[in-house]
Every structure is written in structure tokens, then in C-alpha cells.
């Protein structure tokens, strides 16, 4: 088997790896394809070097997000409990449900942080009273609120 090369892409290459990555691929689809059409460049001292310093501050914003979310948490669980009001029938049952886009919206006006809807996992409230709700901030942070549905 012949010897493979390291090659440093430039752009985003499928199957492959993303823009900046350092791959290892076969002499011949480097030599003819990869550096040719510019998906990547011959790996020096230097570029390994940029490469490091990019993975560095790409490690060191993931790991501001992920302190920003764990603020965030403590936020939302310092206050605990949202009110939500909605139209009520017989037998506290209420009209429609309560959707995450009601609860990003109660959450922004309290708190006034934007939370993505997307994020949020409700069960199935038919009834006023309490429930728990779970947020997803970012993907190691997880926060957990209560929901009160009350007579509006």
C-alpha cells in the first residue's frame, strides 16, 4: 500500500472533513483533485501551526458557550416558576395547549434572554395547574423550570 499524505483543507470537502481539518488521503487524490481544484494545500510547519491555534479558540468559544448556558440555567432556576394564562372551559380543561413558543415568550419577558423554542420539552398540559419543563441551553446543559397554567 503506498504511503499517504497530510493535507489541510481549505473548503468544506464531502466525505472528507470540514474547512481546516487535517487529513490524511492518498498521494494521487491530493496531487490530482485536492490541490489542483483548491480543496486543499500541502501541510508546512507553518499551516500545522495556524491549524493549532484555530482549534485552540475554536475550543476556547465552545467552551465560553458552555458557560454562558450554565449562567443561563441558574437564571431560569433562581425564579423557578412561569405563569401561562389560557382561556378555560369545564373541569379546568383549557382551550388548545400550551405550545414552546408560549413558554420562550413568558421566559423573554421575564428574564429578558432569548431562549431557542426548539429547545424546550413540554408534556402534554390539557389542564390548568403545574408542570416541569426541561430546556435545552447547549448540549452538555439542560435546565429545568416549572410551567403554571392558570384561568386567564
Known amino acids: 500500500m503506498s504511503k ?4 489541510v483543507l481549505s473548503q468544506d470537502v464531502r466525505k472528507l472533513g470540514r474547512s ?8 494521487g487524490y491530493a ?3 485536492l490541490l489542483p ?3 486543499a494545500v500541502r501541510t508546512t510547519p507553518g499551516i500545522l501551526r495556524q491549524v493549532e491555534r484555530r482549534r485552540e479558540l475554536e ?3 465552545l467552551l465560553e458557550e458552555k458557560q454562558q448556558a450554565q449562567s443561563q440555567k441558574t437564571a431560569l432556576e433562581t425564579i423557578g ?3 401561562i394564562s389560557k382561556s378555560v372551559g369545564e373541569g379546568d380543561a383549557i382551550f388548545g395547549t400550551v405550545t ?8 423573554q419577558a421575564a428574564t429578558n434572554e432569548e431562549i431557542d423554542r426548539r429547545g ?11 408542570y416541569k419543563a426541561q430546556i435545552k441551553l447547549h448540549p452538555d446543559v439542560t435546565a429545568e423550570v416549572e410551567i403554571q397554567v392558570v384561568a386567564g
Do not use: H, M
Open 100 to 107: 414552546d413558543r408560549e413558554v420562550a415568550e413568558v421566559i
Open 31 to 33: 496531487r490530482n483533485y
Open 37 to 39: 481544484q483548491g480543496f
Open 4 to 7: 499517504r499524505v497530510q493535507v
Open 81 to 83: 416558576r412561569f405563569t
Open 120 to 130: 424546550i420539552t413540554l408534556p402534554a398540559i390539557s389542564k390548568t395547574g403545574f
Open 59 to 61: 475550543r476556547q468559544r
Open 20 to 27: 481546516g481539518d487535517l487529513v490524511e488521503v492518498a498521494p
